[in-house]
């Protein structure tokens, strides 16, 4: 297990191209933390999901570079569908911004109108992220997700450490899917090897065996063997942070 707490990029073997973040506990921190992280490096990286997100904070998204949480959001204000600050424009090295059309009534965005394949073209960088959680640490997968682009060159799957140790009921998104997928009652407790149990099942059903796996708000766990036990019954190395 390698355990890090900064170059992400380098751990997570983040190639060009489409890069798909699923899974759960801290997926909008990792998007803007890689993005922060390629964008110092000097490659242009651009944010979107290909479900629903909230925007993310103090990235770039419209015409006017105007980043969203600098003023409180109205509904009704009219938005251009998508991101056409400079940066998306591909004039300048080391850049990062967001796309995606804006709903007034949620003030998510949604996937951008400009299909990700395009989009890889124009940036070095298109991290997206591919499902949802609730907000919840763990999940288990619906048959429609993730959605994971095509022509995809990265997968990285999350997992929230803050989850295990607890009532599933009370940690996992999709609760009565993940104990289908282990043999478990929803008030039983979320243990790295019923966790591990689940991915496994989802890699192999998804096609998904090259993904590489993130354990997430580790220093949440009060037993340091608990990230290992994970590893061991995922058998493949993950890659141990916390992210902030």
């Given at each position: ?9 380098s751990?997570?073997?983040i ?7 699923i899974g759960?506990?801290?997926?909008s921190?990792?998007?803007k933390?890689l993005?922060?992280?390629l ?7 651009l ?22 949480d ?12 998508g ?17 995606g ?7 998510k965005?949604?996937?951008?109108a400009?299909?990700?394949d395009?989009l ?16 919840l ?8 997700e ?23 009921n009370?940690?996992v998104?999709?609760?009565e899917?993940?104990?289908?997928r ?6 039983d407790?979320?243990?790295p090897e ?13 096609g998904?065996s090259t993904?590489r796996?993130?354990l ?29």
């Amino acid at each position: 297990m390698e355990t890090v707490s900064g170059n992400l990029v380098s751990a997570l073997r983040i190639e060009p191209g489409i890069t798909a973040i699923i899974g759960s506990g801290g997926k909008s921190t990792l998007l803007k933390t890689l993005g922060l992280e390629l964008m110092r490096a000097g490659g242009r990286a651009l944010l979107c999901t290909t479900t629903h997100m909230f925007p993310v904070a103090g990235v770039p998204w419209d015409g006017s570079s105007r980043r969203l949480d600098a003023a409180p959001w109205k509904p009704g204000a009219s938005h251009v569908p998508g991101c056409t600050c400079e940066a998306c424009a591909g004039m300048s090295r080391g850049s990062i911004c967001q796309a995606g059309v804006l709903d007034p009534e949620t003030g998510k965005l949604s996937s951008p109108a400009e299909p990700l394949d395009q989009l890889a073209q124009r940036f070095d960088y298109v991290l997206a992220e591919a499902d949802g959680s609730k907000r919840l640490p763990l999940k288990a997968h619906a048959p429609w997700e993730p959605v994971v682009p095509a022509g995809t060159a990265n997968v990285i799957w999350l997992v929230g450490a803050s989850g295990l140790g607890k009532p599933i009921n009370e940690a996992v998104h999709r609760p009565e899917l993940f104990c289908e997928r282990c043999g478990c009652e929803l008030t039983d407790i979320t243990t790295p090897e019923r966790v591990a149990q689940v991915l496994n099942s989802e890699m192999q059903a998804l096609g998904l065996s090259t993904a590489r796996v993130m354990l997430n708000q580790v220093d949440t766990l009060a037993d340091s063997t608990t990230a290992d036990r994970f590893q061991v019954a995922l058998s493949r190395p993950i890659i141990a942070t916390s992210l902030k």
